[in-house]
């Protein structure tokens, strides 16, 4: 089964400057997707960004870019220019690709998530 | 509406009450997912719908009872729920295809309490 792990149950970070969240995983599959979804106080859970195992590119959305680092079952997220709207749960999801006839067909798997606090 | 929807947005029943979760989605997707929230626990994935067809049963008792008429409607009936059952219940969307990502777009939640 596949797991995924964030190490940091809490970060901060002072507003306009850089954070980056760790995210790790553990699967025997060779082609996924891992995502990083943001859960603001209001409960709306929000992709933030995507990666394609296939794809040796960092994915990167305005100030959100990830370091996928395949060998070593890494996908951390990285917040440059922090601002105060990016206060929020995040968390790192796994899934298997739906056409490859795994047991992970159409299911995410999160990891625990990590608060984000943004200090003005 | 746009996006995925859910009714009521907060709950509040006894342990003998029966009521039902409503989702909604305006995406066009065809799969869509019940995932329960609690405090201090990674989202857990309770069901999972393709093309209207369960798919997925991640060991949820049978209080739970889930429907799905139609893939753009998603039920979630509940019925003798214990207190450990008070969590957020998210209902999800997404677009099953060969390849691609399949974002699921997440509604924004129900808040249950179980008294």
């Known amino acids: 089964a596949q797991t995924v792990t964030q190490s940091q149950p809490e970060m901060s970070v002072q507003e306009a400057e850089t954070v980056t969240l760790s995210c790790t995983y553990d699967t025997s599959e060779s082609d996924y997707y891992l995502f990083w979804y943001k859960q603001p106080p209001s409960r709306q859970m929000i992709l933030v960004i995507r990666?394609?195992?296939?794809?040796?590119q960092n994915a990167t959305e305005n100030r959100f870019s990830v370091n996928f680092q395949k060998a070593a079952k890494s996908f951390s997220l990285k917040i440059s220019d922090s601002q105060l709207g990016d206060a929020a749960m995040y968390f790192c999801?796994?899934?298997?690709?739906?056409?490859?006839?795994?047991?992970?067909?159409?299911?995410?798997?999160f990891g625990q998530g990590t608060i984000l606090t943004v200090h003005p | 509406e746009t996006g995925v929807t859910q009714t009521p947005r907060h709950l509040v029943m006894g342990m003998t009450n029966k009521k039902s979760l409503k989702c909604e989605q305006h995406?066009?997707?065809?799969?869509m997912y019940w995932y329960k929230q609690s405090a201090k626990k990674p989202l857990e994935l309770m069901f999972v719908?393709?093309?209207?067809?369960?798919?997925e049963n991640n060991s949820v008792p049978s209080r739970f009872s889930p429907e799905c008429p139609n893939s753009s409607h998603l039920f979630l009936h509940l019925h003798t729920l214990q207190p450990e059952d008070s969590a957020l219940y998210l209902c999800?969307?997404?677009?099953?295809?060969?390849?691609?990502?399949?974002?699921?777009?997440f509604g924004p939640g129900t808040r249950l309490t179980v008294t």
């Open positions: 995406l066009g997707h065809n799969a």
């Open positions: 990666q394609e195992a296939y794809k040796q």
């Open positions: 719908y393709n093309f209207k067809e369960q798919t």
């Open positions: 999800a969307s997404s677009q099953v295809q060969i390849r691609g990502g399949g974002e699921q777009y």
């Open positions: 999801a796994y899934r298997g690709n739906q056409n490859a006839g795994g047991t992970s067909y159409g299911k995410l798997t």
